[in-house]
């Protein structure tokens, strides 16, 4: 379903990634390979995922069909609209995270949502740190990925002010109210100082307000993302 998403995307963007150093050799953009040939995998990657997730179960296909429909048909067109995209793009992003408890338990309760917005906070220090330090690439093909289209102070405030949101929501299995989901105060701990990590990062981008802070930034919260479904793992079985 990613992969189809992917395609769907570089199929809708060809012109505006042949402008862009990042994404000039992609496939379509570089004449590897045509329009018509993209379009048939999409599809084919399409029929295959929602095939295997209606599989396991009838509700974790239709999560990934709106996936991916929201990812093409309004996150795509929306990047070079207005920096909301980022926000409108976070939904089908958050979907993955607790795609897994839906297929495992046909479920969508108080611990798949937990995990959607967790993932769904994630985003935004994620994105906008991603940005941020490729501004210019960007701007080339006229996308305006910060919250104020602008490297300046309050995009870089909004990034700590969401990494706080992304601590928080990472801490709620913590509390008991998130039914099987849960987390002992050992390991919640661990989450606690994992995510001061990312915010020390997110504080480093406001004060030196630069692209090397922000490629760090997202760096770090590449690895947040990962150890924290690690510990969430790990505490599940041991915890």
């Known amino acids: 379903m990613v992969g189809a998403s992917n395609v769907f995307n570089q199929i809708i963007e060809k012109d505006l990634d042949a402008l862009m150093d990042r994404t000039k050799n992609r496939p379509i953009p570089s004449g ?136 928080l929501a990472s801490l709620i299995p913590a509390t008991g109210f998130t039914g099987r989901l849960h987390l002992s105060l050992p390991f919640a701990v661990l989450v606690l100082l994992l995510g001061l990590w990312m915010l020390v990062y997110a504080v480093k981008l406001y004060k030196k307000m630069d692209a090397p802070a922000a490629r760090k930034l997202m760096l770090v919260s590449v690895s947040y993302i990962s150890l924290l479904q690690v510990i969430y793992v790990i505490d599940k079985f041991i915890g």
């Open 32 to 167: 590897k390979v045509s329009v018509k040939s993209a379009f048939f995998l999409g599809c084919a990657l399409t029929i295959a995922g929602i095939a295997i997730l209606y599989s396991i179960n009838p509700k974790t296909a239709m999560f990934g069909a709106i996936s991916i429909f929201l990812y093409t048909s309004i996150y795509t067109p929306l990047k070079r609209i207005t920096p909301l995209s980022v926000f409108v793009g976070a939904f089908p992003g958050a979907i993955p995270f607790m795609l897994g408890w839906v297929a495992a338990t046909n479920d969508f309760g108080i611990e798949a949502g937990t995990l959607f917005l967790v993932q769904f906070f994630w985003q935004f220090p994620h994105f906008w740190a991603i940005g941020w330090f490729l501004y210019d690439d960007y701007k080339k093909a006229g996308f305006f990925m910060l919250p104020t289209k602008k490297r300046d102070k309050k995009t870089a405030l909004q990034t700590i002010l969401y990494t706080v949101w992304l601590i």
